[in-house]
């Protein structure tokens, strides 16, 4: 739960489960990749670094895996996937960049020993590049392969990010041995006026059980995910649907808002994200990139930019509606002393301390409940249904409502210069309840502001306010404060910088600025130990 100290200053490229037998030991090891500047902590230079775990929470750094050695990457080793074809044998594609122009193809690499279950040593074979864009695509905005899935037809595909003027694109590829690809007439999804998409994501999920499924999986009882990162925004957002076989291409839900305001896994500072099928568990792991909030300057003081979130399970929602993700049972190995409470009632104005936990590194999980929706406030028809962030920025965790804001303050100094507030505030539209949730970074800390980013990050929760309850859980890491609503229907991730609220001087606090009392049903809260410091 420690930062990183290595260079890692981009985002996740591929996470794969490994099983190796040796006729003594089997080996089930979490292999993942990331981009990496081995030069500095800022842009360029690019390859694969490369790390393996036994549980997902500690990390072995090994050797750079892929780095720029070919004419086919000369100029860097961009992201993409991995894939595990018959026999076992795991391949990466990845996107190459072979001159200034920043020139992309697909390349592939292999281990040099299958039976190195670091899989320490690869080999970037020389009949690459396996894909090279045609007339019709732009060469500089084609990149991202995803993982491949096999087709009833014994077809593999794959999927690589792109754009045409400012269409968002995902093209379609199909092989039959993994070596020779053709692009399909007509791209699996595309979606005007949504610019370059990249490290793009399709999977599958189950519509009726709760395990997640490899990505070949299809039938009647399955939806699809396309997920996109927006090059202009860098913001994700994912869209279900069918994927229809017969014409090889992906269809949204009706329902689905498919553009930049559709749904997002994450509503804060998390990008490039890649999912991975962990058949040990059967389930379906996401994990994200959070680049930093603080200056050029301050990352290169620091020597290292970036971090990886903690990684979240991924389950279709059985409303069918959205996804709901929550952090992997794994961190729960790192919790150490817990304190709760129940039952305590939070007036209008009431702030309550959480103490008896290390609040720089903690985590919580809370219910809050309250006797009535009456005096939740109007919904504004001139707010933008969709803006969110910008309603939070302007009803704030002080700026007293009806029912809310009401919910943590995380790292927070003792007398609240500094503080990140983590809310709810249930608003009454015409004809339904809105409950707005926010991780809001404007006030986190007293650092010069110059070359920072401090947003007010928000999103809706969409959750029947029938029972009249709504649950938080947070995971609070030093500059960190992950936060989950309504067990994982909208998260959002915020990178902090406070300067008095650190290690012993951070405090954790309830609170309530809502007219309506609030009453916490039940708190739970954790002291969260280094992972240096778990067995493993």
Known sequence: MEEPTCNCNQFVLMLMRLKFIDPATIFNLPDAGYMDNPEGAVWGNIAWAHSVSTNLINWKRLTNAIYPSKPFDIYGCWSGS???????????????????????????????????????????????????????????????????????????????????????????????????????????????????WECLDFYPVSVSGKNGLDTSVMGSDVKHVLKVSLDETRYEYYTLGT????????????????????????????????????????????????????????????????????????????????????????????????????????????????????????????????????????????????????ICSKKGSMVEGGLGPFGILTLASQNLEEYTPVFFRVFKAQNKHLVLMCSDASRSTLKDGTGAYRPSFAGFVDVDLTGKKLSLRSLIDHSVVESFGARGKTCIASRVYPTLAIYDNAHLYAFNNGIETVKIDSLKAWSMNRSDQMNQ
């Not at 990010?161 to 269409?167: A, S």
């Not at 609040?359 to 929706?373: K, P």
């Open 82 to 196: 991995a894939t595990i074809l018959p026999g076992n044998k795991p391949i990466i594609l990845y996107t190459g960049i072979i001159d200034k122009n920043k020139t992309q193809v697909q390349n592939y690499a292999i281990p040099a020993n299958l039976s190195d279950p670091f899989l320490q040593i690869w080999i970037k074979p020389d009949n690459n590049p396996l894909v090279v864009a045609d007339q019709s695509i732009d060469k500089t905005a084609f990149r991202d392969p995803t993982t491949a899935w096999l087709g009833p037809d014994g077809h593999w595909r794959i999927s690589i990010g792109g754009k045409w003027d400012k269409m968002g694109i995902a093209y379609l590829y199909r092989s039959k041995d993994f070596m020779h690809w053709v692009k399909a007439n007509n791209p699996l999804h595309s979606r005007n006026w949504t610019g370059n």
């Open 243 to 390: 994927y229809s076989l017969e014409k090889d291409v992906y269809i949204p839900d009706e329902e689905m808002v498919d553009g930049w305001n559709g749904l997002r896994y994450d509503y804060g500072n998390f990008y490039a994200s890649k999912s991975f099928f962990d058949p040990s568990k059967n389930r379906r792991i996401l994990w994200a990139w959070a680049n930093e909030s603080d200056s050029k300057a301050d990352r290169v003081k620091k020597g290292w930019a970036g971090i990886q979130l903690i990684p979240r399970t991924i389950v279709l929602d059985p409303n069918g509606k959205q996804l709901l993700q929550w952090p992997i049972v794994e961190v729960e190995a790192l919790r150490g002393k817990k304190v709760q409470m129940s039952n305590k009632m939070l007036m209008k104005g009431a702030t309550i301390e959480i103490k008896g936990i290390t609040a720089a590194q903690a985590d919580v999980e809370v219910t809050f409940s309250f006797n009535s929706l009456d005096k939740a406030e109007p919904f504004d028809p001139r707010w933008d249904r969709f803006d969110a962030q910008n």
